[in-house]
């Protein structure tokens, strides 16, 4: 994985942004993907949290080599019910969290039908990240890091990492990881300042979030 010694972690301003990349978080029910993001944005955690539906985001930005990077991440809901609706949310994406629960084999077992989704309704070349949480209840492992990393390098996914939202144990470098991977690959195509179409070249790393969002 990328070497994130050089990815800091700053208060976002979507004025000043030089690159943008939109992040979609995958998974069944319950895995803790809106625990993820509320760690992740707010360093707060709560036992209970009402069901996404449809899908909400939020925006977490870091500072990489001089440059601001903002990773617009949306939290999708789980239910087999609202399949339909955040495959909407697929579009545009660079890149997911591909989201598991190490207490439930269940939620690992299904993890092939999220990726062929996504394959299907985003772009081709998404950068997809896995992620093992709740690896605050180790004692009640029902999935081991060997099937989670066994399992990221046969489908040559962009990594693996486990993480517990509740206490924080790599949530925010989980995050830095990805925003330093698709600052790696794009920043060939960061605009010169002396670029009369420096505006055209920025766009173009930046997506169009949906009108409506889900409500919780």
């Given at each position: 994985m990328e070497d994130i010694s050089d990815c800091e972690v700053v208060t976002g301003d979507d004025k000043v942004q030089d690159m943008l990349f939109k992040l979609i978080v995958i998974g069944e029910p319950s895995v803790g993907k809106s625990c993820m993001l509320v760690r992740a944005v707010k360093n707060e955690f709560k036992d209970e949290y009402e069901v996404t539906i449809g899908a909400e985001f939020n925006s977490?930005?870091?500072?990489?080599?001089?440059?601001?990077?903002?990773?617009?991440?949306?939290?999708?809901?789980?239910?087999?019910?609202?399949?339909?609706?955040?495959?909407?949310?697929?579009?545009?994406?660079?890149?997911?969290?591909?989201?598991?629960?190490?207490?439930?084999?269940?939620?690992?077992?299904?993890?092939?039908?999220?990726l062929t989704m996504l394959q299907e309704s985003a772009s081709p070349d998404v950068r997809v990240f896995l992620i093992g949480n709740k690896k605050d209840e180790a004692s009640a492992r029902q999935v081991t890091y060997e099937m989670g990393k066994e399992?990221?390098?046969?489908?040559?996914?962009?990594?693996?990492?486990?993480?517990?939202?509740?206490?924080?144990?790599?949530?925010?470098?989980?995050?830095?990881?990805?925003?330093?991977?698709?600052?790696?690959?794009?920043?060939?195509?960061?605009?010169?300042?002396?670029?009369?179409?420096?505006?055209?070249?920025?766009?173009?790393?930046?997506?169009?979030?949906?009108?409506?969002?889900?409500?919780?």
């Open positions: 977490l930005y870091f500072q990489i080599a001089g440059k601001k990077v903002q990773l617009q991440v949306w939290d999708t809901a789980g239910m087999e019910r609202f399949r339909s609706i955040i495959k909407v949310f697929f579009n545009g994406s660079h890149a997911a969290f591909m989201v598991y629960d190490i207490t439930r084999k269940d939620t690992f077992d299904k993890l092939d039908g999220w399992y990221a390098e046969q489908r040559k996914l962009l990594g693996f990492m486990e993480t517990s939202a509740k206490t924080g144990e790599g949530i925010i470098p989980s995050f830095q990881h990805m925003a330093k991977s698709l600052f790696t690959e794009h920043k060939g195509s960061l605009p010169s300042k002396d670029d009369p179409k420096s505006g055209d070249s920025l766009s173009k790393l930046r997506t169009t979030a949906p009108k409506k969002k889900g409500c919780c």
